[in-house]
C-alpha cells in the first residue's frame, strides 16, 4: 500500500509540473522573454536610380494589440474608405488624410509597452518581450507638412524568439492591421 500511495504522489508532482508549469514549491517558471528587431528605410528615386536610405532618430513604439484598438480603427476606416467603389477619389483621399493626422496624433498618447528610437542606419530593437502574444510596431512623423505612420505587425511571439520586422515608409500605413483581409 505504501508503494501505491508514493506512487501516486509522484505522478501528482510530475502533473503539476506537466500541467501548471510549477515545481513542486510553487515558483512559477518564467518562459524566456522574446526580442523584436528591424530596421525602418524610405525608398526615394533620384535620377530614376531607387536608393533606398534610412529613417534615422525615429521613435518607435511598441504597443500590445489591445493597447492600439484606436489606431486599428483609424486604419480600417481609410481602408474602407478606399475600398468604397461609390465614393469618390477626392473623398477616399480626404477621409484617409484625416485618419493619417488623427493617428501621427494619436499613438505618442497610447500606452505602449515600449520605445525605441532608430539609430544612424535606421535600426531598432526591443528587448524582454512578453511571448505568447501579437504586437504593433509603429513609428509616426511629421516632415514638411506631410503625415507619415508606418506600422508594422508580429507573429504570436514563442519564448525566446527574435522576430526581425523590417519597415519601409513607402508601405501602406494601413497593411498592418489584425485580421485584414
Not at 517558471?29 to 528587431?37: D, G, L, Q, S, Y
Not at 507638412?145 to 511571439?157: A, D, F, K, N, S
Not at 519564448?159 to 520586422?165: E, H, S, W, Y
Request: net charge positive.
Amino acid at each position: 500500500m505504501r508503494a501505491v500511495a508514493g506512487w501516486l504522489s509522484c505522478l501528482l508532482a510530475l502533473t503539476e509540473v506537466v500541467w501548471c508549469g510549477e515545481g513542486t514549491t510553487g515558483q512559477a517558471t518564467a518562459a524566456p522573454p522574446a526580442a523584436i528587431e528591424g530596421r525602418i528605410t524610405v525608398v526615394l528615386s533620384v535620377k530614376r536610380t531607387r536608393e533606398t536610405h534610412p529613417v534615422r532618430n525615429l521613435t518607435v513604439y511598441l504597443f500590445k494589440l489591445e493597447a492600439s484598438r484606436p489606431l486599428q480603427e483609424l486604419q480600417r476606416k481609410c481602408r474602407g474608405a478606399l475600398a468604397q467603389p461609390r465614393l469618390d477619389a477626392i473623398g477616399a483621399y480626404n477621409t484617409c488624410q484625416k485618419c493619417l493626422v488623427e493617428a501621427v496624433e494619436l499613438v505618442p498618447r497610447l500606452s505602449s509597452a515600449a520605445t525605441a528610437r532608430t539609430d544612424h542606419e535606421g535600426f531598432y530593437r526591443f528587448d524582454n518581450v512578453p511571448p505568447a502574444r501579437r504586437y504593433q510596431v509603429v513609428a509616426v512623423r511629421t516632415e514638411e507638412e506631410e503625415h507619415i505612420v508606418i506600422v508594422g505587425l508580429t507573429p504570436r511571439l514563442r519564448p525566446g524568439q527574435r522576430v526581425i520586422l523590417d519597415l519601409s515608409e513607402n508601405e501602406p500605413w494601413t497593411d498592418a492591421i489584425p485580421g485584414k483581409d
